[in-house]
């Protein structure tokens, strides 16, 4: 299993979310984990943790986690959809509302 996919990372990001100290937009508030690799900085590994799952809603076209995209990236604790939407076309090479148009009209 990937370090991504682990029971402790899983519950370190939840407990991020639950105290609010990212949305907040108090990026010193919070002590991140030991990273994937010394030259990624905490918010580009948080940001590597969530957008694929934010993907994952997105491409799912229904059930309990579907909504909006804006919906979608808030709950995964994207607070600034246009940041949040730049580093998804760089990651994925299209925008969020792309990847759910499709998901939901094919």
Not at 32 to 53: F, Y
């Amino acid at each position: 299993m990937s370090i991504c996919g682990s029971t402790a990372t899983k519950m370190w990001v939840t407990s991020v979310r639950r105290c609010g100290a990212v949305r907040s937009g108090d990026r010193r508030a919070i002590d991140l984990p030991p990273r994937l690799s010394t030259w990624m900085s905490s918010l580009a590994w948080l940001e590597s943790l969530r957008i694929p799952r934010v993907r994952e809603d997105l491409l799912a076209p229904k059930g309990p986690d579907t909504g909006s995209v804006t919906d979608i990236a808030y709950r995964w604790g994207f607070v600034h959809h246009s940041g949040f939407a730049a580093a998804y076309r760089r990651r994925y090479g299209e925008t969020p509302s792309d990847t759910r148009f499709r998901a939901v009209n094919l």
